[in-house]
Nanobody
Framework: QVRLVESGGGLVQAGGSLRLSCAASGFIFSAYAMAWYRQAPGMQREFVAS???????NYADSVKGRFTIFRDNTKKMVYLQMNSLKPEDTAVYCC???????????WGQGTRVTVSS
């Protein structure tokens, strides 16, 4: 079955960096676009970044220039490198598998990122 497992979250000071990882299994990883979404306490889920099966990225305006999404199809992994973190980046970050219409059909449990000021 499809499984997405995130890791790499934690507590970091503002201005710091974290790299999130998502391990995928149960499907042909290289055939799917993938994305990271986040949800802060009391807020709606928010798109962060996506990457096509061919490796083309797309970012939310709020993270452009600070976050980088990339993937390793041989390892079935997708990553989110987060630099210059801000307190407003505090959220649970989830990895999503995207369908051709860009909607998600599977996602993981998430990894928590807390940025202190």
């Amino acid at each position: 079955q499809v499984r997405l497992v995130e890791s790499g979250g934690g507590l970091v000071q503002a201005g710091g960096s974290l790299r999130l990882s998502c391990a995928a299994s149960g499907f042909i990883f290289s055939a799917y676009a993938m994305a990271w979404y986040r949800q802060a306490p009391g807020m709606q889920r928010e798109f962060v970044a996506s990457i096509t099966s061919g490796g083309s990225p797309n970012y939310a305006d709020s993270v452009k220039g600070r976050f980088t999404i990339f993937r390793d199809n041989t390892k079935k992994m997708v990553y989110l490198q987060m630099n210059s973190l801000k307190p407003e980046d505090t959220a649970v970050y989830c990895c999503h598998r995207l369908l051709s219409n860009s909607r998600s059909d599977y996602w993981g449990q998430g990894t928590r990122v807390t940025v202190s000021s």
